[in-house]
């Protein structure tokens, strides 16, 4: 039987990410992939690098997220040489969140204001925030080719913000992952995780393997994986669909929240946010909103051609928040569950995969636990 320092269930870019970690730390490691049919969070994901707006009542979170926006370059550039130079199209411009009318600006003004007041409350010395308001001509300036519609105000702009083209940013991580001597095998649906000896065995319908040590990043499929070794985590399923249009002459030189233009010059707009459950289909009413939205933004994209519409879940807890966390009664398996896995690459490959390595989750990732979702019955 085939053994390993860890196995990574998932090839995600939550898994993969860890993988590509562990393996810089000279781990051994296998990364477990499931079915072609799986469903899977990359088909949706939109390739943004983001930290603007998140972590709402979530200090650690927004923290998190703006570390790991930090530390992207830096991953960004050890990820292509570890890949063989492999190119992610990743750009470090900042980003925006397009306001509507009066109250849409003064609302965004006072989201950004909390958030930053609930980061300074754990965390006193972030100093100031790293999101601006701009007014509507400040957002024409940075869009000189974007004609804006009537109805936009202003916008939030975040200087940590980025994006990148996220098949690329997963496809580059398998290729380290192979580069590092580790292995990923594919049409591998885990149905068994059982603690032998020292270690754990994974086991398929048809192999097992064993490793001291075992993360489960499956997306939807953690949930189960993840009651059978006392790690009982809460995971939705969310749809988000998106449009992609025709290839155009640049209009828009940083990403914003929905709206993006790739490297290849197509338009990517989005993305719906569907309490449906495990359900993929693309629907007519989500196009009909993603284009009125656009065109309210930005009247003339009206007359660009849309080439592809699909969509992809996402993976949810009930706040929206990451799971990080660690079996109390089987200490070596870790579970890892959120859906920002492009953000939070960075630190997934970096000091997420240091503590998996050293075989502890220290208590600044204590807030990431699921049992923050445990409910006392009131008396």
């Known amino acids: 039987m085939a053994e390993f320092d860890a196995i990574v269930i998932g090839a995600g870019t939550v898994g993969a990410a860890i993988g590509y970690g562990l393996g810089l730390r000279k781990q051994r490691v296998l990364v477990l992939d499931g079915g072609d049919t799986d469903f899977r969070a990359a088909r949706a994901n939109f390739g943004l690098v983001w930290s603007q707006g998140k972590g709402k009542g979530m200090p650690a979170y927004q923290d998190l997220t703006k570390r790991s926006s930090d530390l992207w370059p830096n991953f960004h550039q050890e990820l292509g040489d570890n890949a063989g130079g492999a190119c992610i199209d990743y750009q470090h411009s900042g980003g925006i969140v397009f306001c509507l009318g009066d109250h849409g600006y003064e609302e965004r003004k006072a989201q950004i204001n909390s958030l930053h007041a609930e980061h300074l409350s754990e965390f006193p010395d972030a100093g100031s925030s790293e999101v601006d308001m701009l007014g509507r001509d400040e957002v024409q300036n940075l869009m000189p080719d974007l004609r804006l519609g009537k109805r936009v105000s202003g916008a939030s702009f975040g200087n940590r913000d980025g994006h990148v083209n996220p098949l690329q940013l997963l ?75 025709q ?133």
């Not at 995780?193 to 953690?222: C, F, H, N, Q």
Request: aromatic share 4%.
């Open 171 to 245: 496809s580059a991580m398998h290729h380290a992952i192979h580069r590092q001597g580790s292995e990923i095998k594919g049409n591998s649906v885990v149905q068994r995780i059982l603690p032998v000896g020292d270690g754990y065995e994974v086991r398929t319908a048809t192999s097992k393997w064993r490793a001291p040590k075992v993360v489960i990043a499956a997306g939807i499929a953690s949930a189960d994986l993840g009651r059978q070794v006392g790690l009982d985590v809460p995971i939705r399923a969310q749809r988000g669909q998106i449009l992609v249009t």
């Open 247 to 379: 290839r155009c002459a640049p209009v828009l030189p940083l990403p914003c929240s929905g709206l993006r233009q790739t490297a290849e010059g197509t338009i990517m707009i989005g993305a719906t946010k569907e309490e449906v459950g495990a359900d993929v289909s693309a629907t007519t009413q989500a196009s009909a909103w993603l284009s009125l939205k656009t065109v309210e933004i930005a009247p003339d994209l009206a007359r660009v051609q849309l080439v592809r519409h699909w969509s992809g879940l996402r993976i949810m807890t009930p706040d929206g928040h990451p799971v990080y966390a660690q079996s109390k009664e089987h200490p070596g398996i870790f579970v890892a569950s959120c859906h920002s896995g492009v953000t939070l690459a960075a630190i997934h490959a970096g000091e997420l995969a240091d503590h998996i390595t050293a075989g502890m989750l220290p208590a600044t990732y204590e807030p990431f636990h699921h049992r923050r979702f445990d409910v006392q019955t009131a008396y």
